[in-house]
């Protein structure tokens, strides 16, 4: 079936360093790819996604590249800050099912 | 982006009690919409899909009998935890789905249910 796999946390990283954290898939079809940030506390917010092979999705200073010949989205940043601080959350939708499958998510801590 | 509410935003209640938890969307329709449970420190994990005007479709492992599903109106869904229990406490995040060709969902703020 579907999956999501995601580089494990936590992520530590003073601030304005360069973030990447990896995410791979396997999907039937050309599903969509998302990233998701969740604040402590909060619910999920969209970040970016992208729907078709080498979109890049873009927001808040975050990327991330489709990549069918890789199956990866891997989320980059080139600065991060404090602010930055979250879970993040690799996903895909439109695959084998209709139901978004996430992957088990990624801490990221900033430090200053 | 879309935005998606919910409330309460906490609740706590006792042992035995139910609790409805709405969402809603608040600036567009959604025919579907879904609730999710998230365990500290883990990944959330779908319970059920709520179409409007019709039963919800629950995941394997859930008790549809327990956790009640009502989707009313297109952009409303209501999810109540009936005879709750101190290991029903977590937290329940919804999300509605945008129709078209680009189909994503968006997650409301969540909310965080205490059974004592």
């Known amino acids: 079936g579907d999956s999501v796999t995601q580089m494990e946390g936590p992520v530590t990283l003073s601030e304005e360093a360069f973030l990447t954290i990896n995410c791979t898939y396997t999907a039937t079809g050309y599903p969509s790819l998302f990233w998701y940030v969740q604040y402590p506390g909060e619910g999920l917010q969209l970040l970016l996604k992208?729907?078709?092979?080498?979109d890049k999705g873009s927001n808040k200073g975050f990327e991330a590249t489709y990549r069918k010949e890789t199956t990866s989205f891997h989320l980059e940043k080139g600065s991060v800050q404090v602010s930055d601080s979250a879970v993040y959350f690799c996903a895909l939708s439109g695959g084998a099912t209709n139901k978004l499958i996430f992957g088990t998510g990624t801490l990221l801590a900033v430090q200053p | 982006g879309a935005v998606v509410s919910q409330h309460p935003s906490w609740v706590i209640c006792k042992s035995g009690t139910s609790v409805k938890i709405e969402c809603r969307s608040l600036d567009f329709q959604a025919t579907t919409m879904f609730w999710y449970r998230q365990f500290p420190k883990q990944s959330l994990m779908l319970m059920a899909t709520s179409n409007e005007g019709s039963k919800a479709t629950y995941e394997q492992g859930v008790e549809k009998d327990k956790f009640l599903i009502n989707h009313a109106s297109l952009t409303l869904s209501t999810l109540t935890v009936t005879s709750a229990h101190p290991e029903d406490s977590s937290f329940y995040i919804c999300?509605?789905?945008?129709?078209?060709?680009?189909?994503?969902?968006?997650f409301g703020p969540g909310t965080r249910l205490l059974v004592l």
């Open positions: 999300s509605a789905r945008t129709s078209g060709p680009q189909e994503t969902q968006y």
């Open positions: 992208a729907t078709k092979a080498d």
